[in-house]
């Protein structure tokens, strides 16, 4: 079946401009998240989704980053006026659910290549 | 807080060597989660276990086997008869019942030369 996608896979933008980065989760899973890989490093979380509430926005670098999902399915990750750290790998996952003490197990996109020039 | 460490930042081995990434964590929180996660050279995350706290019976998935260690807060990866198709990024990743974050350690590259 279609697994997590992610548009676009690779950005390049000049410093100063805005940014917007889409995730298409997989059908039926409530849960959606964004982490930021930079070169060589693990992944830091920024903000998950349970349908289209955000209980978590700590993980935000900045007022600059924000991110919507609507009809609890597509998710956009918008990053205003960037900055050079922010260059990075962007990445989407989803699950069936989250909390309520348990675990799902989440399915990643490929990511999207974010490169401030 | 909860944090989880891999020491191994980068491991090389030859092929058909077995090896063992070294997963700790720590948490307060008696109900809890611990994931191992495969990033191959292609970029893309591919999820290969869930652990609940309550379960440490060891795993083994066919060259895979996972170690489950309260008592040592450990939760490790082995590979057996290793191949070149297992080089890549191997991260460890903790979620307690209570939060819904998954908290991710910084990875162990590993590299299996032919």
């Known amino acids: 079946g279609a697994g997590v996608s992610q548009s676009p896979s690779n950005k390049v933008t000049e410093k100063g401009k805005d940014v917007e980065l889409r995730c298409d989760p997989i059908s039926g899973h409530t849960a959606l998240y964004w982490y930021r890989q930079s070169l060589g490093q693990g992944l830091e979380f920024l903000i998950y989704f349970q349908g289209n509430s955000a209980p978590d926005k700590s993980g935000l670098p900045s007022d600059r980053f924000s991110a919507e999902r609507t009809g609890g399915s597509v998710s956009t990750l918008t990053i205003q006026r960037t900055q050079q750290e922010d260059s990075a790998v962007y990445l989407c996952?989803?699950?069936?659910?989250?909390?309520?003490?348990?675990?799902?197990?989440?399915?990643f996109g490929p990511g999207t290549r974010l490169t401030v020039t | 807080a909860q944090k989880v460490t891999q020491a191994q930042t980068e491991i090389s081995v030859v092929e058909k060597e077995d090896v063992t990434l070294d997963c700790v964590y720590e948490t307060r929180d008696t109900t809890y989660y611990l994931f191992w996660y495969k990033q191959p050279p292609s970029g893309e995350l591919v999820f290969l276990i869930r652990r609940n706290s309550f379960d440490e019976q060891n795993e083994i998935s066919g060259r895979y086997s996972w170690n489950f260690q309260k008592s040592t807060s450990s939760f490790n990866f082995t590979i057996t008869a290793s191949q070149v198709v297992d080089s890549a990024v191997y991260f460890c990743a903790l979620s307690v019942g209570r939060d819904d974050k998954i908290i991710f350690g910084k990875g162990t590259r590993l590299h299996i030369l032919p």
């Open positions: 996952a989803s699950s069936l659910a989250m909390g309520g003490g348990f675990a799902y197990e989440q399915y």
